[in-house]
């Protein structure tokens, strides 16, 4: 059975932490991997990830994807309480099919 | 990137009714799906929103319970039918524009069943 599963599923962390969240897979027919931030209800896109080793970076966020291993992480340096959200992990399997993670609840404290 | 307008934003409603959710597209997509976020839970695909014809549905949901329109490549909508406290729920609209484009979400839709 397809899954993605994501650690840890809750964090608490104080303002400038480093943070980074991981995501595991097991996918039939792997496409891509995308990282998302939902902070009440609509998830907003971070990265898409499709090829191993290559780091994706957005400001003080970064991604890496390994395709042997089957996992990705996610990075967020000098963490601020504006990071704090469900961050989740899909997996685009075949065409158009996306397997999504529960989610890491990420607070940060002032 | 598209821009998805969802509404409602949140609806409280009484058991039995039902509630029809609308999204619109900024610019032509693909594909459509909705998506239902359960209390403390993640995504979970309802259905894909075929343009023109029949939506097609994932194991578990149905077209008597939530029926679906795609009438063009920017308009969806679900209606959430026969409503019970158990679909209440975060309901997602999204969409593709091509095989290598990234998934985007509608605002949401926040919905209580009394």
């Known amino acids: 059975e397809d899954k993605v599963v994501q650690s840890p599923l809750s964090l608490v962390v104080h303002e400038g932490d480093t943070v980074t969240l991981n995501c595991s897979y097991e996918v039939t027919n792997f496409r891509s991997l995308l990282w998302y931030k939902q902070e009440k209800k609509a998830p907003t896109f971070l990265f898409m990830l499709t090829s191993s080793g290559i780091e994706k970076k957005s400001g003080r966020l970064s991604s890496i994807l390994d395709k042997k291993e089957l996992f990705s992480i996610l990075n967020i340096t000098a963490t601020q309480t504006g990071d704090s959200a469900v961050y989740l992990c899909?997996?685009?399997?075949?065409?158009?099919?996306?397997?999504f993670g529960t989610g890491t609840r990420l607070k940060v404290l002032a | 990137s598209a821009v998805i307008s969802q509404k409602p934003s949140r609806d409280i409603c009484q058991r039995g009714t039902s509630l029809t959710i609308q999204c619109q597209v900024d610019s032509q997509v693909t594909m459509m799906f909705w998506y239902r976020q359960q209390p403390g839970q993640s995504l979970t695909l309802i259905a894909t929103a075929n343009q023109g014809s029949e939506a097609t549905y994932e194991s578990g949901f149905v077209i008597d319970k939530f029926p679906i329109s795609r009438p063009n490549l920017t308009f969806s909508t679900l209606t959430v039918s026969n409503m019970s406290p158990e679909d209440s729920s975060i309901y997602l609209c999204?969409?593709?524009?091509?095989?290598?484009?990234?998934?985007?979400f509608g605002s949401g839709t926040q919905l209580s069943v009394l």
């Open positions: 999204s969409g593709k524009r091509g095989g290598s484009e990234k998934l985007f």
């Open positions: 899909a997996v685009e399997e075949g065409t158009y099919k996306y397997i």
